[in-house]
């Protein structure tokens, strides 16, 4: 029996929704877990939202926080890297990866993403800004002055 394109069509953008709705839920229960303290539950329902649509930008960011709570900055930066690659304006995930590398150390990494994360999102401008003096303070001047954005 052949189908007509149109309902093949219509066929497919209902599988879409329906992937996409069960990767909001999985993004959902993850972020649940999260605010109850289950950060190895999290990052497992997380993971699999990422296994399900490795395209979606808010599951890998929400991976990346859920592996920084669980105190592995590397994989955390990985999937804020990720993230960012698929979103290229997401804030969240530049801030995400500055407090992974403000972790490991790396200050001048940590300062560069949280300029590019104000560039993104000027309302959080004065928290950044502090941060910055902080981490100049410290080493993460790059350029040897203050945050020139």
Same mark, same amino acid.
């Given at each position: ?32 877990? /999260? ?5 190895? +539950? $999290?990052?497992?329902?997380?993971? &699999? %939202?990422?296994?399900? @649509?490795? !395209?979606? *930008? ?9 592996? /920084? ?5 590397? +994989? $955390?930066?990985?999937?804020?890297? &990720? %993230?960012?690659?698929? @979103?290229? !304006?997401? *804030? ?17 990494? $940590?300062?560069?993403?949280?300029? &590019? %994360?104000?560039?993104? @999102? ?28």
């Amino acid at each position: 029996m052949r189908f007509p394109c149109s309902a093949l069509i219509a066929l497919a953008i209902l599988s879409q929704s329906a992937f996409a709705a069960d990767v909001g839920e999985l993004i959902r229960e993850g972020e649940s877990k /999260l605010q109850t303290g289950e950060i190895d +539950a $999290a990052v497992r329902v997380l993971e &699999e %939202a990422v296994a399900q @649509d490795a !395209r979606s *930008a808010l599951a890998r960011t929400r991976l990346g926080g859920a592996l /920084l709570l669980k105190q592995d900055q590397t +994989a $955390a930066i990985g999937q804020f890297r &990720e %993230a960012i690659s698929l @979103d290229p !304006r997401n *804030a969240q995930a530049f801030i995400g990866m500055a407090v992974a590398e403000i972790h490991l150390g790396r200050y001048g990494l $940590a300062r560069a993403a949280l300029v &590019e %994360a104000k560039d993104i @999102d000027s309302a959080k401008g004065q928290e950044i800004d502090r941060l910055v003096v902080w981490l100049d303070s410290r080493g993460g001047a790059e350029s040897g002055g203050g945050l020139t954005h």
